[in-house]
Structure formats: structure tokens, C-alpha cells
Nanobody
Framework: QVQLQESGPGLVKPSQTLSLSCTVSGDNIASSYYHWTWIRQSPAKGLEWIGKIFDRDTTSYTPSLKSRASIAMDTSKNQFTLQLTSVSPEDTAVYYC?????WGQGTQVTVSS
């Protein structure tokens, strides 16, 4: 069974870059058929799909975040990562990683000075 765990700072200052990692166990992400995905949830915006990575380096992003989001794969650690630049308080949310069949427990990220 695939298990995922998000990690990263819980507090980010406005205009800085948010960086999160998702550690995957139970599958080799480099050779997997899954699409490794980031989503987020906030009271203001609800559930929002951020983007995904598959086939090692093929990515897709929601249009509203495409200019600020970057998803990459670190096969040496069996992780995939999310970077979101120029964050604002509107980026405050619980961030989840998953493959649509399994999801991590989520990590709260607050953007505040």
C-alpha cells in the first residue's frame, strides 16, 4: 500500500517561497504509473488542485498557479516536491500530496509576517 507524508515549514513570510516535500513509501515514484499530485484546502477557497508530476519530469499545473508553482521529483529520496513562489496570505491552506488513490495527512502552511 502506498503511503505519503508531507513535510515542510508551517509558517512562511509573505513574498517568500513555500517549499514542501512528499515522501512516498510502498512505490517507486520514478517507475510508477501514478500521477503524483499536490492539492490544498482552505476555508476561503475550498479544495484546490495545484498540479502534478508523472513520467519523472512531465508536469501540469492549474492555470491560476502556473506562474508560481513548480513540482519536481527527487528519485534518490523517493520524494516529490512543491515550490510556490511569492506567497501571500491567500496561500494559507492545508497542503496534501497524493496519487488520487492515497493521500498524505496534510500539512498546515500559514503565510504571515
Amino acid at each position: 500500500q502506498v503511503q505519503l507524508q508531507e513535510s515542510g515549514p508551517g509558517l512562511v513570510k509573505p513574498s517568500q517561497t513555500l517549499s514542501l516535500s512528499c515522501t512516498v513509501s510502498g512505490d517507486n515514484i520514478a517507475s510508477s504509473y501514478y500521477h503524483w499530485t499536490w492539492i490544498r484546502q482552505s476555508p476561503a477557497k475550498g479544495l484546490e488542485w495545484i498540479g502534478k508530476i508523472f513520467d519523472r519530469d512531465t508536469t501540469s499545473y492549474t492555470p491560476s498557479l502556473k506562474s508560481r508553482a513548480s513540482i519536481a521529483m527527487d528519485t534518490s529520496k523517493n520524494q516529490f516536491t512543491l515550490q510556490l513562489t511569492s506567497v501571500s496570505p491567500e496561500d494559507t491552506a492545508v497542503y496534501y500530496c497524493g496519487n488520487w488513490f492515497s493521500w498524505g495527512q496534510g500539512t498546515q502552511v500559514t503565510v504571515s509576517s
